[in-house]
């Protein structure tokens, strides 16, 4: 089955700075990747997504890249502000759905 | 409609209780999944519908563990003889099939601790 995996396991940055997490995946059916930001006691929130026929998609502070022959992905989040600290999991899917996540990244944001 | 609903958000329970939660899913959403997530990790896998169909089970949901979506709407997990490992927060997600992947959006999930 698949398996992601995903790094740094914390990240701290200062308010401003940019932020990079890179997840790596091991099945080359999967074609779908989002990106979801986890906050203390709530359900992640999908925050950005990326398609197998796309290498890069952006949405105001936030872009993720796909490299798919290296299998491996990336969320770039620029300029960032205290309200950006939170848990950030990337995860794979295949076509029906069903999502395989990283173990997370703790962001911490730093003013 | 604001989201994905679940309830309890929070769940204590004595160890061998059965316990059951519910998840309502963004309406006019044909598919519905479960998870389960454990302190530090990423979400797991538990089980999915499309519509009222139960079309795939992880390996981690034991016989104890029985999930249902009757009319293709709400759906329920209930976990019988619950054991300690089984604390965890359970998170149900929605999405809409539009014969591809689409973005699947979660609920605040349930906590059970089971004591």
């Known amino acids: 089955g698949e398996n992601v995996e995903q790094h740094p396991s914390t990240l701290s940055v200062q308010e401003g700075d940019s932020a990079v997490i890179k997840c790596t995946y091991s099945d080359s059916a999967s074609n779908y990747f989002p990106w979801y930001k986890q906050e203390l006691g709530k359900g992640p929130q999908l925050i950005i997504d990326?398609?197998?026929?796309?290498g890069e998609k952006k949405d105001q502070r936030i872009a993720v890249t796909l490299n798919k022959t290296a299998k491996h992905f990336s969320l770039h989040i620029t300029e960032t502000q205290p309200e950006d600290s939170a848990v950030y999991f990337c995860a794979a899917s295949q076509s029906w759905g069903k999502l395989q996540f990283g173990a997370g990244t703790q962001v911490v944001v730093t003013p | 409609d604001t989201g994905v609903s679940q309830d309890p958000r929070h769940k204590i329970t004595k160890r061998g209780q059965n316990v059951t939660f519910r998840c309502d899913p963004i309406s006019e959403h044909n598919r519905l999944y479960w998870y389960r997530q454990t302190l530090g990790q990423g979400p797991e896998f538990l089980t999915y519908f499309q519509n009222e169909a139960q079309l795939e089970k992880s390996r981690l949901l034991s016989d104890r563990f029985s999930a249902e979506r009757p009319k293709g709407s709400f759906s329920t997990l209930e976990i019988q003889r619950t054991e300690q490992g089984d604390s965890a927060m359970y998170l149900c997600?929605?999405?809409?099939?539009?014969?591809?992947?689409?973005?699947?959006?979660f609920g605040q999930g349930t906590r059970l601790t089971v004591v």
């Open positions: 997600a929605s999405s809409l099939d539009l014969g591809g992947n689409t973005e699947a959006f």
């Open positions: 990326i398609r197998s026929n796309v």
